[in-house]
C-alpha cells in the first residue's frame, strides 16, 4: 500500500489561508469518506483535526475544514496563526481493510 | 478523560523482539479497537496495524505480516504490539492511538521511542 501524496512544505502570513492536499486512489480516498487529517508537533502525539471528510472533533477551530473530490482530499486552514505551524498528515481507510497515511506537510507560518 | 499512557523508550539489538504497552483509562476499554502507528526518524506516519475491542480480531499492514502481533489484557485495560526480528529500519516512535468509531485515531499515546542499535 503506498502513502497518499502530500506537498512536502507549504507556507503562508497569518491571517492567510492554506490548502493541503491528499492524493490517493480508487481503493483508498476515492473509495470511502473516511478521510481523516492530523496535526503533529514534533514530539507531541498527533492530534485528529478532521474526521469523515469534513467533520471537526468537539475543541477544533472552525478555521479547519475539509473536503474531497474524486481521490483527492483537501484541508483548508484559514485565518492563520503562529500556532498553526505543525506537520499535518492524511489518513483514508482502504479496500483491503487497512489505513493508509499521506507522507506529511510541513505547514511555515511566515 | 481518556488517556493512553505508553511504556517509556528501549534500546534493542538487531534480530531481537519489542513489546511496547499502552495503558488506557478514562473510557469503557471494551467498546474500542486500537490502532498502532510509528514514526521512523524524518519520515512520516506509518499505520501498523489494529486490535478489536475484543482482543480476538486484528488487521496489519502487509509490510509487518509475521513480525507484528497485537493482544490486550481487558482486565488491566491494557493493549500490546510486539514486534519481532528487529532491524535498524524499526528504529522509530512507535504511537498506539485509540479507533474514534469513524475509522479515524481519536486519541494518541504520548509515543515510546525504539532504538535498534548494534
Known amino acids: 500500500q503506498s502513502a497518499l501524496t502530500q506537498p512536502a512544505s507549504v507556507s503562508g502570513s497569518p491571517g492567510q489561508s492554506i490548502t493541503i492536499s491528499c492524493t490517493g486512489t480508487?481503493?483508498?480516498?476515492?473509495?470511502?469518506?473516511?478521510v481523516s487529517w492530523y496535526q503533529h508537533h514534533p514530539g507531541k502525539a498527533p492530534k485528529l483535526m478532521i474526521y469523515d471528510v469534513t467533520n471537526r472533533p468537539s475543541g477544533v477551530s472552525n478555521r479547519f475544514s475539509g473536503s474531497k473530490s474524486g481521490n483527492t482530499a483537501s484541508l483548508t486552514i484559514s485565518g492563520l496563526q503562529a500556532e498553526d505551524e505543525a506537520d499535518y498528515y492524511c489518513?483514508?481507510?482502504?479496500?483491503?481493510?487497512?489505513?493508509?497515511f499521506g507522507g506529511g506537510t510541513k505547514l511555515t507560518v511566515l | 478523560q481518556v488517556q493512553l499512557v505508553q511504556s517509556g523508550a528501549e534500546v534493542k539489538k538487531p534480530g531481537a523482539s519489542l513489546m511496547v504497552s499502552c495503558k488506557a483509562s478514562?473510557?469503557?476499554?471494551?467498546?474500542?479497537?486500537m490502532h498502532w502507528v510509528r514514526q521512523a526518524p524524518g519520515q512520516g506516519l506509518e499505520w501498523m496495524g489494529r486490535?478489536?475491542?475484543?482482543?480476538?480480531?486484528?488487521n496489519y499492514a502487509e509490510k509487518f505480516q509475521g513480525r507484528i502481533t497485537l493482544t490486550r489484557d481487558s482486565s488491566t485495560s491494557t493493549d500490546y504490539m510486539e514486534l519481532s526480528s528487529l532491524r535498524s529500519e524499526d528504529t522509530a516512535f512507535y504511537y498506539c492511538?485509540?479507533?474514534?468509531?469513524?475509522?479515524?485515531?481519536?486519541?494518541w499515546g504520548q509515543g515510546t521511542l525504539v532504538t535498534v542499535s548494534s
Open positions: 480508487s481503493s483508498d480516498v476515492g473509495a470511502y469518506n473516511y
Open positions: 478514562g473510557y469503557t476499554f471494551t467498546s474500542y479497537y
Open positions: 486490535i478489536n475491542p475484543s482482543g480476538a480480531g486484528t
Open positions: 489518513s483514508s481507510y482502504t479496500r483491503r481493510f487497512t489505513w493508509v
Open positions: 492511538a485509540r479507533d474514534g468509531h469513524n475509522y479515524n485515531f481519536d486519541y
